[in-house]
């Protein structure tokens, strides 16, 4: 349609095959040359070249861009079909790690969404929307993740991601997170590739500080804390600092600087003493 609608040579399509969050749909950018071939006949040249990739991202810093990473190589690691595997995204600036928010009182973070992080965006299942609004003292800024592709905040917390996965479910993240999948994971919990999407789909929504919080113990939680936290059960980063930092809830309720984004804020600075030393 889109084809028809614009012409086959004035077509010009950008997206992320990851983020591919709509039940019941497959979607790969090889097919649009396929369409291409198909209705541009003998005129050759309207075919759409082969998709480009971009790695260089402009919109968030590496603190959440590594995070994303993470959750793609562990997504390829047990469905490698799942999507077409691009390079890592690299950001401009190192920026602070994301924030894991274990157990945490659901009062606490309605007091701060309300006060200090007013105006932050809390991302949740789509089925899972208003039990979390009433868990915030009825805080307007939450979404299905679904309905947030596209968009993006500058700050983002994504409020009990894990205690909501079904029990069935539980286990077999556990394991996958931990590096103990079976070899035919993915013929025995195909469910686990959307929710990996859903799951990264809401970390590359946020541009700057990014938090993530279960108010409940679960199975794919605790292991998910372990695994972002630690580098003892990942095997793909070598001698990297953990994905994100493991923060206690006098540092939230104080917004205390971590040294990430000490760093960050000097490094953001410098940027822009040089850059007015020229003038």
């Excluded at 968030?60 to 490698?80: D, E, Q, R, T």
């Excluded at 274990?102 to 991302?123: D, F």
């Excluded at 999948?181 to 809401?202: N, V």
Aim: aromatic share 12%; with cysteine; proline share 4%.
């Amino acid at each position: 349609l889109f084809f028809h609608l614009s012409g086959a040579g004035n077509l010009f399509l950008a997206g992320d095959p990851a983020q591919n969050v709509t039940k019941g749909v497959e979607f790969r950018f090889d097919e649009i040359r396929s369409v291409g071939y198909y209705i541009a006949g003998e005129n050759r040249h309207l075919i759409p070249q082969k998709p480009k990739t971009v790695n260089v991202n402009f919109r968030s810093h590496a603190g959440v861009l590594n995070a994303a990473a993470a959750i793609l190589s562990c997504m390829f690691g047990v469905f490698p079909d799942s999507a077409k595997q691009l390079g890592k995204d690299d950001g401009l600036f190192q920026g602070p790690r994301p924030g894991v928010f274990h157990r945490v009182q659901a009062e606490t973070i309605s007091a701060l969404v309300h006060g200090k992080m007013r105006g932050t965006r809390v991302l949740t299942h789509d089925d899972n929307v208003e039990e979390c609004m009433g868990k915030l003292g009825g805080y307007e800024l939450v979404y299905g993740i679904r309905k947030t592709k596209g968009l993006e905040f500058k700050s983002v917390i994504v409020l009990d991601f894990f205690s909501s996965i079904p029990d069935e479910l539980q286990k077999p993240w556990r394991e996958m997170l931990l590096g103990r999948a079976s070899h035919d994971f993915k013929l025995q919990y195909p469910e686990i590739e959307g929710q990996l999407k859903l799951l990264y789909t809401a970390v590359t929504r946020c541009i700057d500080r990014l938090f993530f919080a279960e108010t409940a113990s679960s199975i794919a939680g605790d292991a998910f804390v372990r695994w972002m936290t630690t580098k003892s059960v990942r095997r793909d980063e070598g001698g990297a600092l953990p994905i994100a930092t493991h923060n206690k809830i006098g540092d939230i309720e104080n917004m205390t600087l971590t040294q990430d984004e000490v760093g960050y804020i000097y490094i953001y600075l410098s940027f822009w003493a040089r850059l007015f030393s020229f003038f």
